[in-house]
């Protein structure tokens, strides 16, 4: 028992005391990996390596530059964009010219009616068919008034032929109210009539001339040839200048 043990000591011994050479790899021999052309030199075996080839030298100065393309396509339209803020309030605009202070208000008519008329019963609004003057338009053709626009003093005038054996019966109105007359007896004479007012208006006031039939027959002349009847008024003096 004791002389195996010795034995087993000793072949220990022997295992760790048995001289061992010292360590290399097989390329310790050769010298320091300087570089690729060293490397290549000592081991011809070793696949060549790449130069590098350095563009950069081969280069050549740069060329002028090119003419300039044609135009591309335009793109696809783009989507809307959002609304963008309110901008900022403009500035207060300069004050007008100012008006004309001398200048008149004006209003004047002067109708005309060609054809004569027998009056229908009670009251019929004398209407003309001919406008000599109507500025600005204050005279309605249709109604035969004229309506006040421009408050003030006013000149009306009415002319008439009258018819033989036939009684002749007007009035210059203001609204609904008799201003002036124009009558004329019947006779076996027919002669020219004339009626003339001043009248303040007011504004909205209508001036016309109204015939008014009584038992007796009524009519005013006129004919085709020449116009015997006339109905004319103009602004004297505006109320407010
Ligand atoms: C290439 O050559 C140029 C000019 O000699 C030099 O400036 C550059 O550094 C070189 N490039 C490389 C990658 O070696
Ligand atoms: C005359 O009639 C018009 C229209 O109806 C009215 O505006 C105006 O006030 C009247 N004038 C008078 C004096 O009654």
């Known amino acids: 028992m004791f002389g195996s043990l010795l034995l087993a000591s000793l072949f220990l011994h022997m295992v760790v005391s048995i001289p061992q050479p010292a360590c290399h790899r097989c390329c310790d021999h050769l010298p320091p990996l300087d570089d690729a052309a060293t490397l290549r030199e000592s081991m011809p075996g070793m696949p060549e390596v790449r130069t590098y080839i350095n563009m950069t030298i081969l280069k050549g100065d740069k060329g002028d530059r090119g003419e300039r393309g044609t135009p591309g396509k335009p793109g696809i339209e783009g989507s809307l964009g959002p609304r963008g803020t309110e901008g900022h ?81 007007l009035h210059i109105m203001q609204n609904n109210s008799e201003k002036a007359i124009v009558y004329a007896q019947p006779s076996d004479r027919s002669i020219m009539q004339s009626q003339s007012v001043m009248l303040p208006l007011q504004e909205g006031d209508e001036v016309w001339v109204r015939l008014y039939k009584r038992e007796r027959e009524n009519a005013i002349y006129s004919d085709d040839v020449d116009i015997y009847i006339t109905f004319n008024g103009y602004l004297i003096k505006p109320e407010i200048e």
């Open 89 to 169: 309030k403009g500035d207060k605009g300069q004050a007008g010219a100012p008006g004309d202070a001398c200048k008149s208000q004006h209003s004047a008519f002067s109708v005309g009616r060609r054809k004569s008329l027998h009056s229908i019963d009670n009251y019929q609004a004398l209407i003309f068919d001919t406008i000599f003057v109507n500025s600005p338009e204050h005279f309605n053709m249709f109604a035969g008034k004229y309506r006040c626009q421009i408050p003030g003093i006013y000149f009306f005038n009415v002319n008439i032929h009258t018819w033989n054996f036939k009684e002749t019966y």
